[in-house]
């Protein structure tokens, strides 16, 4: 017996050593350190058939907090010319103010740096110049593809959006000199703004504080607070603990004056409330541009991008005398989507996002549930994702232009990756980890194809409408106001379609306290108040239960 049981002990240590060796190999490939991914790596630079980009901070630093005045210069010979480091500067020469940018890249701590720039004159003031072939103008971001290791995915998601006819800032690949530093491949990207060539809306004025001009225009978006200028409101209407926050995206906070504010505010709490009211299907289009969110719906899941919805959600109006609706878009931030992500089920080809945001209560505005679930926008949403699948999101024409900007990108991409050695190694947040270039286009492409055909399948089967796409649960659960509480608090619910609902109260040791209703509530917002009957202070928590399922939420009485 003792035998036996020693075989079996060198059986089980030989198949864990060998697992431990197996998992340990996978780290060492997939898990190299920040600091080694971070290392200087000399590259020997000197032409390329990107345009080039080269910045002096004459010995200053970049920062995040501030702008600093730089030089910069783009040397740009034509289209499909080749561009040598030695050439003068013949696209731009001159002053830009820049900061580093973006959320992720900082939070990650990425080496490869994310930057937005103004053009200047000589005086400081702001200078409007075409760069790169790209409409005049002077704000600009140069994106630094990082943990996206096919370079293109903003790239693509942003042209996808421009042939399906909706404005997304357009890009040019370049490669990027800092200080004489090789910094490897950037895109440059219009920044988004108010501009005949941009966002086409009405320039608000300082002047515009009554009638028709100060309707008009505003671009907001649902957004995590970031810099300087993060001014906004809160939504009215909260179904989660986790706030929605609007905020004043251009003109600037610092730039809009308070009756502005206040208008585009209690626009959007009309537009809000409005969609609270039980019929709101019949109304809701006179604030707000049905077609052109089909449209951003379909641009967004096809990538399954997955911060929209919550974060770079762009919102804008014009005058009422124009367009009084309010409008999604311009798309935005796409480096975390075509299956370059490992959670909120990124990865996957199938399902769709904004449904699964809405499973996990996710801080997104309240009102995407009800377009989401509507059986009329459905139908519209297949059928124009039968138009566009003939035309501008047809699989092979896709594809094409992903091979278009390989062919474009080869020699560059080599310099890039052996500036920034990533290849093979895990970057947040990714989900495949390529050992070469062309197997990340490979699997770009695979899970493209695949994306597409499960999307095929819900909405284009036959004449087939699509099935209405139902959360897990058929109400929604706000939380208590005001919590804490002394006398009253009233409890906010929502039923999607109409039925049986229980509302009860809990102590903290799961002791049903009060039963406040039993009964059949119609479809929309419902309150309760709940009045403590001899209940101690302490936590309490109230759950409602439907026909599928229940939710229960804290709250907590003082006496």
């Known amino acids: 017996m003792i035998v036996l049981k020693a075989k079996w002990f060198?059986?089980?240590?030989?198949?864990?050593?060998?697992?431990?060796?197996?998992?340990?190999?996978?780290?060492?490939?997939?898990a190299v350190p920040k600091s080694e991914l971070?290392?200087?790596?000399?590259?020997?630079?000197?032409?390329?058939?990107?345009?080039?980009?080269?910045i002096d901070t004459q010995g200053k630093r970049i920062r995040n907090s501030s702008r600093i005045i730089v030089d910069m210069g783009i040397i740009y010979n034509g289209t499909d010319q080749i561009n040598h480091l030695e050439d003068p500067f013949n696209n731009y020469q001159g002053k830009i103010s820049i900061e580093i940018r973006g959320s992720s890249g900082q939070w990650q701590n990425w080496p490869k740096e994310q930057y937005a720039f103004e053009t200047q004159d000589s005086l400081g003031n702001n200078r409007n110049v075409a760069l790169i072939d790209l409409p005049e103008e002077n704000?600009?971001?140069?994106?630094?593809?990082?943990?996206?290791?096919?370079?293109?995915?903003?790239?693509?998601?942003?042209?996808?959006?421009?042939?399906?006819?909706r404005y997304a800032p357009?890009?040019?690949?370049?490669?990027?000199?800092?200080?004489?530093?090789?910094?490897?491949?950037y895109v440059l990207i219009e920044k988004i703004k108010r501009d005949k060539n941009r966002v086409d809306i009405s320039k608000l004025k300082s002047t515009d504080i009554e009638g028709d001009q100060i309707t008009g225009g505003y671009i907001i978006k649902v957004d995590r607070p970031a810099g300087e200028d993060n001014d906004g409101w809160d939504s009215r209407v909260q179904l989660t603990e986790r706030k929605v926050r609007?905020?004043?995206?251009?003109?600037?906070?610092?730039?809009?004056?308070?009756?502005?504010?206040?208008?585009?505010?209690?626009?959007?709490n009309e537009f809000e409330w409005l969609m609270t009211q039980p019929n709101w299907a019949a109304n809701y289009q006179d604030y707000f541009n049905l077609d052109a969110f089909v449209d951003y719906y379909l641009i967004n899941e096809l990538p399954k991008n997955v911060d929209v919805y919550t974060f770079s959600t762009f919102i804008y109006k014009d005058r009422d005398s124009k367009d009084r609706r309010l409008t999604m878009g311009p798309v935005w931030d796409f480096n975390l989507a075509f299956g370059n992500v490992n959670y909120f089920e990124g990865a996957l080809t199938t399902g769709w996002l904004l449904g699964r945001k809405i499973q996990v209560n996710d801080r997104i505005p309240f009102w995407f549930r009800n377009l989401y679930q509507d059986s009329e926008i459905q139908r519209l949403i297949a059928s124009r994702w039968q138009q566009l699948r003939q035309t501008s999101l047809a699989l092979e024409r896709i594809i094409q232009l992903i091979d278009d900007w390989v062919t474009k990108l080869d020699a560059a991409q080599k310099r890039n990756f052996e500036r920034w050695p990533?290849?093979?190694?895990?970057?947040?947040?990714?989900?495949f980890i390529g050992c070469t270039y062309a197997e990340e286009i490979e699997y770009l492409k695979e899970?493209?194809?695949?994306?597409?055909?499960?999307m095929d399948e819900q909405l284009v089967t036959g004449s087939k409408v699509p099935d209405k796409l139902e959360p897990v649960l058929n109400f929604s659960v706000g939380q208590n106001y005001p919590n804490p509480f002394n006398n009253q608090t009233v409890?906010?619910?929502?039923?999607h379609h109409a039925g049986n609902i229980r509302i009860r109260i809990f102590d903290a040791l799961g002791r049903q306290v009060q039963e406040l209703f039993t009964g059949t509530k119609t479809v929309g917002w419902h309150t309760l108040v709940y009045q403590p009957q001899q209940s101690a202070g302490g936590p309490y928590f109230y759950q409602i239960e439907g026909e599928s399922g229940s939710i229960s939420k804290p709250m907590l009485l003082v006496k």
């Open 10 to 30: 060198v059986i089980w240590t030989i198949i864990f050593i060998s697992l431990f060796i197996g998992a340990m190999t996978k780290w060492a490939r997939t």
């Open 38 to 54: 971070n290392k200087e790596k000399q590259v020997n630079f000197t032409a390329s058939n990107l345009p080039i980009i080269v």
């Open 139 to 165: 704000d600009w971001i140069l994106y630094p593809p990082y943990s996206d290791k096919s370079l293109l995915r903003n790239v693509l998601a942003y042209q996808l959006s421009n042939d399906v006819g």
């Open 170 to 185: 357009r890009t040019r690949f370049c490669e990027l000199v800092l200080n004489d530093d090789y910094r490897g491949v």
């Open 246 to 268: 609007y905020l004043y995206h251009d003109p600037k906070p610092s730039e809009l004056l308070d009756e502005q504010k206040k208008y585009i505010r209690n626009f959007v």
């Open 422 to 431: 990533i290849l093979g190694n895990y970057v947040w947040p990714n989900h």
């Open 447 to 454: 899970w493209l194809t695949e994306r597409i055909q499960w």
């Open 491 to 495: 409890i906010p619910f929502q039923l």
